[in-house]
Structures are given as C-alpha cells and as structure tokens.
C-alpha cells in the first residue's frame, strides 16, 4: 500500500535517488543565476549585455525543445537527464574558471550559456517525465510538493550565499559550486533501477514521433492556449525582473539586497507549499493564471519601492503564485496526458511558453534606454494584468476540472 504522507514517495528507492540528485542539483542553480548576471556586469555594466548573455542560453533552449522532447519520449529519461547533467557541469565549470582567472569576455559567456541551453532544451522535458514513471498516482501530488518544497528550501539559502559570495569575492565560486552539483547529481541518476521502456507507439523517426505529439497537443485543447498565455508571462517576466532586476539593484540595493529579495521568492514558495498540502485543486489552469498574476508584484516593487524590504514582501508573493503554477500544471499533465506523451507536451508547452524570453530579455536595455527603468517596470505589470483577465475568461481554461486522486500531504 502506498503512503500518501508527506514523507511516502522517499520510501520508493527510484524516486530517492531522484529526489536527491534534483535537490543538490538545485541547491547550486539557486546560486548560479545572480552569480552569472554580477559576472557579466562587472565585465560590462550594461543591461544589453546581460541580455545578450541571458538570451544564449534561452535561444537555443526554446529552439531545441521541441526536439528535445522526441528525444527524451523515444530514449530513457533517466539516461537523458545524466548526459545533460555533464553537460552543463562542464559548461559551468569552464566558466567559473574563466571568471575566477579575469579571463573571461562576453563572448566566452555567450558561447558557453548557449551550449548549456541546448542541453536544458532535451533535460528539460526529461525532467518532467520522470515522476509517473518513478510512482503511483496516489504518491505523485506528495512528490511534487516534496520535490518543489525541499528544492525552494534551498534556494532560500541559494541567492543569499550567492550574493555574499559576490559581495566579498568572485561569482566565479558560486559558478563553482553549481558546476560541481551537476557532477553529483549525474552519480545520484546512475543508482536509479528502472525497466527499458518499451515504445510500441514509437515512429520511424524522431521528426514522426514530435507530429504524433504535436497532433495529440491539438486535440487536447488546452495545451496551446495556456502555452500562449505563457509566452506572454515568461517574456515580460524575464526581461523585467531577470535583467533589468539586477541593473536596478545594483545602483539601490547592491548584490546582497537584491540576493536577500530573491530569498524571499524561495521562501514564498516553500511556505505556500504547506498550504497546497491541504488544497484540492479542480480548476488548475485557472489556478496557474493567478500565480502568473502574483509575478507582477516584483515589477510594481522595483519600480516604486526598490528596496529591500518591500522588494523582498514582493518577491515573497511571487514565490507563492511560482508554488501554485508548478503544483496546478503537473498535476494536469500527470492526469491528462499518457507517460508515452508526457516529454513531448511538456516540450510543447515549454517551446510556447519560452520563445519569446530572448525577445523580452534583449528588448528590456533598449526600452528601459528609452522610456526609463520605471515606466518599463509600470508597462509590464500591466501586460501581465491584461494577459491575466484574457487566460481566465477562456473556456478551455476556466472548465478544465481534476478528477484523480489528490491525497493530502
């Protein structure tokens, strides 16, 4: 009999090993994001550059998903998610050596982030295919709470470290750091004793296999309405708080205050956890329109109040609509779509939803040059609201309902 605590999915071996290799593989990532954005401003102050090194990791991530999601639907996941993890271990240990030793350029930066998006664009749609085939239905909402709750615990830790790290010496550690996580976490996916799966479905090629998903996508209904809406969110998002976030932040609250509020986005979302432990959500996609919303919070905080404390209470009520986003949408996928299937919806939804973030993060420098970083600021927060009320009137949003068991964690 399956536990349905909080604690049950630990008890399958498969799913441990999992768990513990994402958890440490987070516990570095949570750091490398600031790291990399101060790396990059301390060779160039300039929002432009920051964007051109942030969209070469994002370009070749979206323009790979689809791919990505073939691949990772037609070989085993496990597999898949070890060979992407040596990838960007190598990817970011070159770097942080390259930072460490004052070598490092914009262009070595730029090569190097786009060699690790194109391994997050066939990890990425692993990742999301691994819990239905590491547990039963009845332990999967405990996972991905666990698995959300235990990898926002550490990246409460995450940003604070990193902006020390900064503060006092070299991003290039923190990049360290998070090159060694991706090592260990490749030896925890080794210990997983999975069956070879069969795929009597499979097409002749990868390009027929990514149609078949593509057909399957149209006919559910849902997918390309809600990845629409995504693209918009994930764009204005990532040019407003990822990149021109920290520019603001280092002329107001420095790497450390900017650190601290990206710790209480971490914080938010491992609270809200608890409270989604003892929610039953039927209307999910719905839901994951509302935790879009609460990201618009951060953008009205930097541009009225950029400091600590009211970034920081910002920040916290985007952790917890990131909580409900991850929770809402996987427990869709897990109940609506096959095992067969789930890699390439994901890749799916991931290509909609991520194909404009080059565009938002490179067009943010321009705009903020020319309208100002507060008007900017003001101007995304009320897309964000506009896409809101559009996703939440549409009835393939609003009428979708979850029938399958939700046990308490």
Same mark, same amino acid.
């Given at each position: ?10 008890? $399958? ?28 401003? $301390? ?64 262009? $070595? ?18 990742? $999301? ?41 070299? %991003? ?116 994951? @329109? ?70 938002? @993060?490179?067009?943010?420098? %321009? ?6 970083? @507060? ?29 399958? %068991?939700? %046990?308490?964690?």
């Amino acid at each position: 009999m399956t536990d349905p605590s909080r604690w049950g999915p630990l008890r $399958h071996p498969n799913f441990r090993w999992f768990f513990f290799g994402e958890t440490i593989n987070t516990a570095g990532s949570s750091m490398s994001r600031l790291a990399l954005a101060f790396a990059v401003l $301390h060779i160039d102050n300039s929002p432009t550059a920051l964007g051109l090194v942030v969209a070469s990791w994002s370009v070749p991530m979206v323009a790979f998903m689809l791919i990505g999601g073939a691949l990772a639907d037609r070989l085993p996941r496990a597999l898949v998610l070890r060979g992407c993890n040596l990838i960007e271990g190598v990817v970011q240990l070159t770097s942080a050596l390259l930072v460490l030793t004052g070598t490092a350029q914009i262009w $070595h930066l730029v090569v190097l982030q786009f060699l690790g998006g194109s391994a997050v664009a066939v990890s990425y749609p692993a990742f $999301h295919g691994m819990v239905p085939i590491l547990l039963p239905e009845a332990d999967r909402k405990a996972a991905y709470l666990l698995l959300g709750q235990a990898q926002s615990a550490l990246q409460v830790l995450g940003p604070t470290v990193a902006g020390i790290i900064v503060a006092v010496s070299s %991003p290039g550690w923190a990049l360290l750091v998070d090159a060694a996580t991706f090592f260990v976490a490749a030896v925890f996916l080794t210990l997983l004793k999975l069956p070879v799966n069969a795929r009597p479905d499979a097409g002749d090629s990868v390009l027929a296999d990514l149609r078949a998903g593509w057909s399957f996508a149209r006919s559910l209904g849902w997918v390309l309405p809600v990845a629409s809406l995504s693209l918009v969110f994930n764009a204005v998002s990532s040019g407003a708080i990822n990149v021109l976030g920290p520019v603001i932040a280092k002329a107001t609250v420095g790497a450390d205050g900017w650190g601290l509020a990206r710790w209480a986005e971490a914080l938010g979302l491992f609270a809200f956890t608890f409270v989604l432990a003892r929610v039953t959500i039927r209307r999910p996609l719905l839901a994951c @329109q509302y935790g879009f919303l609460a990201m618009a919070a951060p953008m009205i905080a930097l541009a009225f109040a950029a400091q600590v404390l009211p970034l920081s209470a910002a920040f916290l009520v985007s952790g917890c609509g990131l909580g409900l986003i991850n929770l809402a949408w996987n427990l869709t996928v897990q109940e609506k779509v096959p095992e067969a299937m789930l890699s390439r919806i994901m890749a799916i939804d991931g290509f909609f939803s991520f194909v404009a973030i080059p565009l938002g @993060q490179v067009a943010i420098g %321009p705009a903020s040059a020319w309208f100002g970083t @507060q008007d900017v600021q003001l101007g995304a927060a009320a897309i964000m609201l506009v896409t809101f009320l559009i996703g939440a009137t549409r009835p393939a949003i609003r009428r979708l309902t979850l029938t399958g %068991p939700q %046990p308490s964690a």
